[in-house]
C-alpha cells in the first residue's frame, strides 16, 4: 500500500508543505502521496484516518495544533510542554504520537541567522508559535521577554515598549499574524525608530518573504530572517519522526 502523509488544518490549499513533501518524494525515488485534509471541526480526524489505511503521519497547522492533543494516545515531552502539536506519527499499532517540530525548526534557523552572539530578545505575541519560539530560546540559553496585546498574557504590552527596551533587546521576533496575508500592509506595533546596525529581527512568516516588520528593519540597518528555513527544518524534522 502506498504510504500516505497528509496535512491537517483550514484553508490550506496554498500551504507549502504538499508541494515540499511532493519534491522530496519525487527526488528521494519515495512511494508515498502527501495530501491535504481540510477539516471544517477537528472532530474529521476519525473519518479521515478511517479513509486513509495508508496514514503513516500527519502535519498540523491552525486552528489544530492544540485541539489535536485531545485525539493523541501521546504526546512527546517538549510538545507537551509547549502545549502544541504540528506532527503526529501513525504507529505500526495505530497509535497517534504528537510532536512539535516547530521549536526545533525556529532553532535551527536562528543559530544559522545569529551565529555564537544570544541577545536578549523580545518575542512579539504568546500563541502557539510563541510557546515553540520560547521553548527553542531556553534550550539554547537566550533570555528574552514576551509582548502580548493583552496585559498579564507577558510580561510586557505593546504600551510598554519605550525606545530604551528596544535598544535593550538587540533580538526581535515577530510570532504574530501581523504581516502575512491578507495582514500585508501591518506590522506588530514596536518604536521602530529605536532600530539600528546591532539589531536581528526574525519573522516567523514566510509569504510575503519580507514582511513589513522586517521591511521596517532593514530600512534601519537591522539584520533579518525570514519564517522560510525554519518551515523547511520543520518539515525535514516532521520526515525524520515518521521514518523512526
Ligand atoms: P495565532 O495563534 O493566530 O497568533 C499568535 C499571537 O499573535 C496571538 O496569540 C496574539 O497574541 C498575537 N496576535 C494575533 N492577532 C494579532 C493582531 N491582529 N495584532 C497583534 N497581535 C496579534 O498564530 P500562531 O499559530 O501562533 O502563528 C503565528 C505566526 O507564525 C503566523 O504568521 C504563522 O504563519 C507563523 N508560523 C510560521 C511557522 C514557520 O514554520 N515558519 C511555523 C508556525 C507558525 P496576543 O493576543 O498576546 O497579542
Known sequence: MTAVYGLIGKHIGGSFSREFFAGKFAAEGVDAEYRNFELDHIGELTRMRAENPGLRGFNVTSPYKERVIAYLDAVDPSAARIGAVNCVRVGT????????????????????????????ALVLGTGGAASAVVHALGEIGIEYSTVSRTAGKGPLTYNDLSPDIIR??????????????????????????????????FDLIYNPPETLFLARGRERGARTCNGYDMLVNQAEASWEIWNR
Open 168 to 201: 535593550h533587546h538587540l533580538l526581535i521576533i515577530n510570532a504574530t499574524p501581523l504581516g502575512m496575508g491578507p495582514l500585508t500592509d501591518l506590522a506588530p506595533a514596536i518604536p521602530y525608530e529605536a532600530l539600528g546596525g546591532e539589531h536581528m529581527l
Open 93 to 120: 499499532d495505530g497509535r497517534l504520537t504528537g510532536y512539535n517540530t516547530d521549536a526545533p525548526g525556529f532553532r535551527d534557523s536562528l543559530l544559522t541567522f545569529i551565529g555564537t552572539l544570544r541577545p536578549r
